[in-house]
C-alpha cells in the first residue's frame, strides 16, 4: 500500500512558535512511502530501538529485551528474547532493561537494573553494562560485565562505548563521560573518564566527535558538549553551548550532516550547525505547535511524532523551512523513531508494536 503528500492546492509558508515555520507542499503525483510489516510486541519498547540495517534491538524494562530480524521487513520475525531475573526464597523478580545498543555485527550492550527478589536491603543493586554475545540464532550469552554506575545514555562506535553519567563531584562539571574499550568484547575496559556539563543523549559522529546534547523537563536549560573523540581513549572538549539543566536529561539529538538536531525537554526541535569546531552556535527553531514526543532524521528527511498524532514526513533544505509531505497511517503512540537509509521503524504503544515503512523519495 502506497500513499501520497497531502492534497493541499498552493505551496503555503506558515510561521510558528518557537522562531520556526513549516511549508506545507502542493499535491505530488509520485507515492511518498510504502507500508511494510507489522509485528506485535508483549512489552513497549522502554527506550531506544538500534537499528544496525538488519536486526532491531528493542529494550522494554522488565519485559527484556527483544531482536527482531528485519531483513525481509515485509515480515519482521523475532529473533531473540533476553529476559534475565533473580529468584529467592521461590520469588521471582526481573531485571529492568534500561537500553541496548549494538557494538558489532555479533555482540551488543545492554544498560540493566538488577532486580531484587525476596529479603532486600538497601541500597538497590548497581546497575550493570553487560557485554552480550549474539550469532543470530539462539538466546544472546553475556560475556562480560561492568559496572554501569548510574547511566543516563549510551552510546557505540568502532568498538568503543561512551556513557553519560551524573557526577559525584560536589561542584563544577555535573556530568561524567566514561569510555570502555570493547574492541575484545570478552575483555573490557575502562579507559578514560572526562567532564560533561550535564549527563544527557550521546550522539558520536563516525569516530571524530562525541555530542553529550542535554535538556531538563521544560526546556528552559539546554545545550551540548562537544568532545573530539578521534582517540577514544583521551576524549578532548571542545566547546559547550547552552545552560546546563541542573537534573536529569530529556529530550533526544540526532546528526546529519553538518546540523545537530536536538529536541528539548519541552518538546520543541531545533536544528543547530555544528560545522565549526568550537562555534560560534546557533540553535534555530524547526517546528512549533504541539510538542514533539519523537523524531529521527537522516540526509533530507524529517519524521517526528507529536501526541495523539500520526507521524509526519518532513523534507529539510538548509535554507527553506521544512516542508510537510505527508504522514504515515496511525499506529498509536509512537515512543521511538528510527530511520536506515529509506527504512523507517516506528516502536509504539497501545498496541504495543513494531512497524516498518519504506520512504519512496
Known sequence: MSYRALPLSVAVSVVVACGGSV????????PQFESLGELALDAPAARSIDFDGRYVLLS????????????????PTVAARYRPFQQRDGLVAFDRILDAVWLDSGHFVS???????????LPPPDQELRVQAWAGSGDPRVVATLAAETTVAVAADAGWLFTSMPSDRTAGAMGALRVFDLRLP??????????LSTAGRLVVDSGTTLFNAFSDASGSASGFDRLDVTRPAQPLPLATSGTAAVAGSFGDAALAGQFLYQLDGGGRLFRIDVSSPRGPFQPVGLLGGAPIT???????RLLLSRAGAPVQVYRLDRDRPPLLLDQLPDRGEALH???HGDLVLLASDQPARLSLFRLLH
Not at 522494554?60 to 515480515?75: I, K, N, S
Not at 575502562?190 to 567532564?195: L, P
Open 23 to 30: 511549508e506545507f507542499s502542493p499535491p505530488v503525483d509520485e
Open 337 to 339: 523513531i528510527a530511520l
Open 111 to 121: 544498560v540493566v537494573d538488577p532486580a531484587c527478589a525476596g529479603f532486600c536491603v
Open 294 to 300: 519523537a523524531f529521527a532524521v537522516a540526509a533530507d
Open 186 to 195: 570478552s575483555s573490557p575496559r575502562e579507559a578514560a573518564r572526562a567532564d
Open 60 to 75: 522494554q524494562g522488565e519485559g527484556g529485551l527483544t531482536v527482531v530480524d528485519a531483513e525481509d521487513p515485509r515480515t
